[in-house]
């Protein structure tokens, strides 16, 4: 379907992202939470957070990668980019383990899903984007150098995306929408403010302002053969619908008006998913899905190979490597998830077929040598419960 | 006016594509055959009218020969002729032509791809069958491919390819009240709102070109001569076909429109959009003065769905048919 769909689905994902980790490095800083459990988190300071925020967003906004990103193609398969964020998430001294990273990447996926599917027109998928776009610049403030780097790709979606007519919106929408189908996992702050029912659906309000554009429901005209209008008939929209709202701005400055895409985080609002609750009968769909053959692995791998090959990548290992961020409340919790998924939703290796090009090959045994991590690290760190305090002495 | 009746379970959700639910009815056998299509499959259901049995059926967007090849459907429609009934599944390759009941695949239309992807997305939307023995076919281009179809067998041509129209297809709908009065018997929608209407014949004949106002037009019928058209505003507006005069505009859900429906029998006029709402309408040609109207009769809510299909299930209106995106049932209401 629509070939320009990928820029949005990573930066609007990578915005989610960076929320999500934001709002976890702060809750680690806080003393009082860290004195609760102080044996099992590391006490974040405020530069850690800045480095863990500024490494990501620079390997987001890396020039390579988006000049590959925004090149007219088909969207990566979910395993595709789940490996995409696996190596962004891993991009500075933070570290996640695969429950942490699981949950990081649902609640990811559900709040952009979320955001796809209630946003009033097609079009305002780019106002979410730009909402996402200002919060990444803000998080950058300080630093000019990734601030640039930011802009110079806000100017590329705004000079790409604004001349598009309704329709390229529209199959931009139903693409995203086809990549997020089937996925009912239930996120708590979603739940609370009851956005999302217990079965993972998300509430489709028949109420409040129509979109831009867009007339209030409940009108009949009735025009004569020259024009001049006949007749006005009301009738009852069945729901209780106001105006619309002015429209966002599509500029690089501007008031958005849309909610959707800014930050919904906060230290007091934690993020929670309740895998429990994800229907048996989607994730048989899910796989079903997933493990449809794939015609475009094989350019897809040779496009992340080109992609990863082309980013900077911080060994672990470093003297300073070695946080770790934790989406459960303690790590016994983050055990139990991982023990507790459903296989179907577990994100297995990539298997990267050999192609005969050498340059590929070459490039594709480095990625999946920086994808081994684990070995590389000390092995005091490998064991459970230990790693955090052997990687604090370690500083 | 309707109430609810026992839902169909499908085999997958159905995609958020516009027009994404077909029905046919097979009086003989007292079947109806309902087509979903989830993104590279389409789920068929064969149900019973006793409501006893369903079977199922899924089809893959394959290339012949190529067998590991699969793309995205964009849509699944029957297509009545005289003398036989095809299925017609359009998708990012091409156009597969399969017998009704999905059991045999009889033609395959190859579309034009580039190696590497361009901007311009690749695929074929807008499915119609026009009048005895044709079958036409829209593409992301514009281009409106028309193919002649044999009585029986798989000798299927393509006869025409026509370039009136400068955005993608969204729609097409040839007349359903089965008139042979009326002059124009197809019509065409894209991207912008522009509508062409056909006669249909040997070469077809472009008759008039009623311009949109850069609004997708997504769905179309045509019946008893006036074009009735859904779009992106959630607006149903009534043309005269030939002429192009706008006989009504009705403000008719708050999101877009993704299915409109006519029971050409009673004039019933059906519309779903992403607002979760389908709609009951009741069309009167007024033949003194030419004029069409339209009246409200009906409203149901389908709680948290964006509704992607409607349909009527039999030509009165007596019943229709729902789906929406994520949905893994149709949903069947019927006069009470």
């Known amino acids: 379907m629509s070939s320009r769909t990928l820029p949005l689905l990573f930066i609007n994902l990578g915005g989610e992202m960076l929320y999500i980790l934001d709002q976890r490095l702060r809750a680690q800083n806080i003393p009082a939470d860290k004195a609760k459990k102080v044996s099992t988190v590391a006490a974040w300071i405020e530069e850690d957070r800045k480095r863990v925020m500024n490494d990501i967003i620079t390997t987001m906004f890396n020039k390579k990668f988006l000049e590959e990103l925004f090149k007219p193609q088909e969207l990566y398969s979910k395993k595709a980019l789940r490996t995409v964020f696996d190596r962004l998430a891993h991009a500075s001294i933070m570290r996640l383990n695969q429950a942490s990273m699981d949950k990081l990447y649902d609640l990811m996926t ?20 730009f909402n996402h776009m200002d919060a990444i610049k803000d998080f950058v403030k300080d630093t000019p150098s990734i601030l640039s780097q930011v802009d110079e790709t806000y100017q590329q979606l705004v000079e790409m995306y604004t001349p598009l007519p309704s329709g390229e919106f529209q199959l931009i929408r139903q693409t995203l929408l086809i990549f997020f189908q089937d996925m009912h996992i239930r996120v708590s702050i979603f739940l609370k403010d009851k956005v999302q029912s217990s079965n993972g659906r998300f509430v489709l309000p028949t109420c409040g302002p129509v979109p831009h554009g867009t007339q209030v429901p409940g009108l009949i005209r009735i025009f004569s053969c020259n024009g001049e209008e006949l007749t006005r008939l009301q009738f009852n929209n069945g729901g209780n619908y106001t105006a619309a709202l002015r429209e966002g701005s599509f500029e690089i400055f501007g008031d958005r008006v849309t909610k959707l895409g800014t930050n919904m985080y906060s230290v007091s609002r934690p993020v929670e998913t309740h895998m429990s609750g994800t229907s048996k009968n989607s994730t048989q769909h899910t796989k079903q899905v997933n493990t449809a053959p794939n015609p475009l692995a094989k350019e897809e791998l040779n496009l ?36 507790s998924r459903p296989d179907e939703l577990s994100y297995g290796v990539i298997n990267i077929q050999a192609t005969k090009d050498q340059q590929t090959n070459a490039e594709l045994a480095k990625i999946m040598g920086e994808f081994s991590e684990s070995g590389d690290q000390s092995p005091s760190a490998s064991s459970k419960g230990d790693d955090l305090l052997a990687m604090m002495d370690g500083l | 006016m309707y109430h609810k009746e026992k839902s169909i379970q499908i085999k997958n959700s159905a995609s958020a594509l516009y027009n994404n639910l077909c029905v046919l009815r097979i009086a003989p056998r007292r079947l109806t055959y309902f087509t979903v299509v989830h993104a590279n499959v389409v789920n068929m259901v064969s149900a019973s009218w006793d409501g006893l049995n369903y079977s199922h059926r899924q089809l893959q967007s394959k290339e012949p020969n190529v067998a590991t090849s699969t793309s995205l459907i964009m849509q699944a429609a029957f297509c009545v002729l005289t003398s036989r009934d095809l299925l017609v599944v359009t998708s990012q390759k091409g156009i597969q032509m399969y017998e009704s009941d999905g059991s045999i695949m009889v033609y395959w239309h190859a579309l034009e791809t580039p190696e590497t992807p361009t901007e311009q997305a690749v695929f074929a939307r807008g499915i119609s069958g026009v009048w005895e023995n044709y079958i036409c076919v829209g593409v992301s281009s514009g281009a409106m491919l028309v193919f002649d179809i044999p009585s029986k067998g798989s000798n299927i041509t ?3 390819v026509l370039h009136e129209h400068s955005e993608s297809i969204t729609d097409m709908a040839s007349e359903c009240s089965g008139s042979q009065e009326c002059i124009a018997n197809l019509v065409t929608a894209d991207d912008v709102g522009n509508l062409c209407v056909w006669k249909s014949g040997e070469e ?18 045509l019946w008893k001569g006036t074009v009735v058209a859904g779009y992106g505003t959630g607006q149903i507006r009534l043309y005269e076909a030939v002429t192009g005069i706008l006989h009504a505009e009705v403000n008719a859900h708050a999101r877009w429109i993704y299915s409109l429906d006519i029971a050409p029998f009673s004039g019933l006029l059906l519309s779903a959009a992403e607002d979760s709402l389908v709609r009951v309408w009741h069309l009167t040609m007024t033949p003194e003065t030419n004029s069409v109207e339209i009246a409200h009769l009906h409203n149901e809510c389908v709680t948290d769905t964006q509704i992607c299909g409607a349909k009527f299930c039999d030509g009165d209106g007596y019943a229709f048919a729902v789906t929406g995106y994520d949905l893994s049932e149709i949903i069947r209401y019927v006069q009470s």
């Open chain 2, 204 to 221: 077809f004949q472009l008759l008039n070109k009623i311009p949109g106002f850069d609004m997708s037009c997504s769905s179309v019928k």
């Open chain 1, 304 to 339: 992340l190979a080109r992609l990863m090959g082309g980013l900077e990548v911080q060994k672990p290992g470093n003297a300073d490597s070695g946080f770790r961020v934790n989406l459960f409340a303690t790590d016994e919790e983050e055990e139990e998830a991982l023990i």
């Open chain 1, 110 to 129: 559900m709040a952009f899903k979320y955001q796809v599917l209630l946003c009033p027109r097609p079009k305002d998928i780019l106002l979410v984007s």
């Open chain 2, 158 to 160: 393509l006869s025409e």
